[in-house]
């Protein structure tokens, strides 16, 4: 049994902790600051709490960070004050540079650093979801916290890899659902949206279904995509390519910030309309 406390769980965190209980592990979610909607979530998995962050840090050998990725380097920042000296998994979708950034924040304290990246939904099923680790312990860790529903995977490379891997797969599933809806944005403020939607029902038949799919499944989440795209385009950046197109991702994202956890979801032709104005809302 490995003492284990998650920082900031919201959806994605809480199924974490709960998979790594399952797997016998001694699980702890930090309630300082956190909203109802968390503890609630976090009761409904069956997790205890602890109080504060120093009591997060004091119970456990294996801190692991799932936040938004803006609050990466914070959240690092925070542990390392609190003087912890275990085992600290970064698991959020950032660039390997900010990878970087947070093992030698965290370093400062004693801590030893794990990178990691998740890939999928809430890890509420076997095989829908993985957490990729890389770093000197990652294989050990990985065989380490399978067992629940979470699959767990070490790949090779240091300290950066892990987010890498989630850049270049993010990249492409959150950036292609940011180009549709621009593109189908654009087409509807030319008065072509139905030719676009006609050509593609002969070119591309699988795009008109995929619309309202993508408009409700990032609306609610485009908040946190926009960090997300931003570090994809460092990422790019610091490999010598191009990152101009996710920022305008990040944009496009930013224009549906409104949308922060709706429920339900917004239509289609709502995200389209905040596209347009560039998130700005009709009087």
Not at 6 to 23: D, E, K, N, R
Not at 85 to 91: N, P, R
Request: some cysteine; glycine content about 10%; hydrophobic content about 50%.
């Amino acid at each position: 049994m490995t003492a284990i406390t998650v920082l900031h769980p919201g959806a994605m965190g809480v199924s974490v902790a709960a998979s790594f209980a399952i797997a016998g592990h001694d699980v702890r979610w930090v309630a300082q600051g956190r909203t109802r909607a968390t503890a609630d979530r976090a009761a409904a998995a069956g997790l205890e709490s602890v109080a504060t962050l120093v009591e997060g840090c004091e119970h456990a050998d294996l801190l692991v960070s799932v936040c938004p990725p803006a609050a990466a380097v914070d959240v690092a920042r925070s542990v390392a004050i609190s003087g912890f000296s275990g085992t600290y998994l970064d698991a959020n979708a950032i660039s390997p540079g900010t990878a970087l950034e947070v093992a030698s924040i965290v370093a400062a304290s004693g801590a030893t650093a794990l990178d990691g990246s998740i890939i999928g939904q809430p890890a509420h099923q076997c095989d829908t979801t993985r957490l990729y680790l890389s770093g000197s312990a990652a294989t050990v860790l990985a065989d380490d916290l399978n067992g629940g529903p979470l699959s767990v995977l070490a790949i090779d490379g240091k300290i950066g890899a892990a987010s890498a891997l989630k850049m270049a797969y993010a990249g492409w599933t959150k950036g292609s659902s940011a180009l549709l809806l621009a593109l189908f944005a654009f087409a509807s403020e030319m008065g072509v949206d139905d030719a676009l939607l006609a050509e593609w029902g002969l070119s591309q038949p699988q795009l008109p279904d995929q619309l309202e799919a993508r408009a409700a499944g990032v609306g609610p989440k485009a908040w946190r995509f926009v960090a997300e795209m931003e570090e994809i385009a460092s990422s790019l950046r610091a490999a010598g390519i191009s990152g101009g197109f996710h920022d305008g991702a990040a944009e496009t994202y930013a224009a549906l910030a409104r949308f922060k956890d709706a429920s339900p979801p917004p239509e289609l032709a709502a995200v389209l309309e905040a596209l347009r104005t560039g998130g700005a809302t009709s009087e």
